[in-house]
Nanobody, 123 residues
Framework: VQLQASGGGLVQAGGSLRLSCAAS????????MGWFRRAPGKEREFVAA????????SYADSVKGRYTISRNYTKNTVYLQMNSLRPEDTAVYYC?????????????????WGQGTLVTVSS
């Protein structure tokens, strides 16, 4: 599976961005798709995940109610809609695919990673 993340950029606090992660090389029907982020000087952390087949979702507490993960079957793409952005959301965001059908938050469960896209939220 090859993953291509896009959609990052500079936005003011309170604004919105939508990240995309296009997958190729394999259908995602048995995968879990996740988003992670790494803020400057911090470890990479889980943000959100979705079971491709089930549509089940999970979110980190820090983004719950502000971020929404979704998928488009036809485009083989997963999205991360980010609203009410805060300066502390500034990070490089990575999409990832896990062969585990159960949603896992640990990055070791994810087999494939995209290249990352930078989101900068100004105050």
């Amino acid at each position: 599976v090859q993953l291509q993340a896009s959609g990052g950029g500079l936005v003011q606090a309170g604004g919105s961005l939508r990240l995309s992660c296009a997958a190729s090389g394999r259908t995602l029907s048995s995968y879990t798709m996740g988003w992670f982020r790494r803020a400057p000087g911090k470890e990479r952390e889980f943000v959100a995940a979705m079971g491709w087949r089930t549509g089940a979702t999970s979110y980190a507490d820090s983004v719950k109610g502000r971020y929404t993960i979704s998928r488009n079957y036809t485009k083989n793409t997963v999205y991360l809609q980010m609203n009410s952005l805060r300066p502390e959301d500034t990070a490089v965001y990575y999409c990832a695919a896990s062969a585990f059908t159960r949603i896992e938050m640990g990055e070791t469960f994810y087999n494939y990673w995209g290249q990352g896209t930078l989101v900068t939220v100004s105050s």
